[in-house]
């Protein structure tokens, strides 16, 4: 038995692991926690951690399941080959994924972090910088503001914030 890559159909990765398994297909679909905005508050949620891929065992054998019907499988776009050979992944590879994402799932990607410098996008502060502090409940973030020399705490939605990308200062 060896381990092979599929490629998926655009955020179908759940989708296509279901309809696998349906078949009998032994798969694996590495998963980690990720903080996301969901309807203007932050939830945690579960990501593919290679998005439009997953890993599928099949046996090259003649008793092995039969590859064709992976093709015409929902969710599933094709399977990953290097010219006409499918693309191998070893089973240590594999089996360091399965660790590595087991401590991974104990603390979520942030989408925010505390010190982070961020842009309001929305309301009468609209395009101002700020320093996120952190999250105050689901729907609210507390931020730091420079108004007239002082800084002041500010509540907003997290909808509302925007992290800037690049955090050198232009002066």
């Known amino acids: 038995m060896h381990w092979y890559v599929i490629h998926t159909k655009p955020r179908q990765e ?4 279901l309809n696998l398994e349906r078949q009998g297909y032994a ?3 590495p998963r980690i926690p990720a903080e996301k905005l969901r309807r203007g508050a932050l939830k945690i949620v579960l990501e593919p951690l290679f998005a439009r891929y997953l890993f599928i065992q099949l046996s090259t054998g003649q008793s092995g ?3 064709a019907p992976i093709r015409s499988t929902v969710g599933v776009s094709r399977l990953v080959t290097f ?3 499918p693309a191998k992944v070893g089973a240590d590879l594999i089996e360091t994924l399965q660790a590595q994402v087991g401590d991974l799932a104990k603390e979520p990607a942030r989408l925010f972090s505390p010190g982070d410098r961020v842009q309001i996008r929305q309301g009468p502060f609209a395009g101002l ?3 996120y502090q952190l999250g105050d409940g689901e729907h609210r973030a507390m931020v730091l503001i420079e108004i007239l020399g002082k800084l002041s705490k500010l509540t907003l939605e997290p909808s509302s914030l925007h992290v800037i990308e690049n955090q050198a200062s232009v002066k």
């Open 14 to 17: 759940e989708r296509a692991l």
């Open 83 to 85: 010219g006409a050979e």
């Open 27 to 29: 798969c694996y679909l």
């Open 129 to 131: 910088e700020a320093i």
């Open 65 to 67: 399941q039969s590859w």
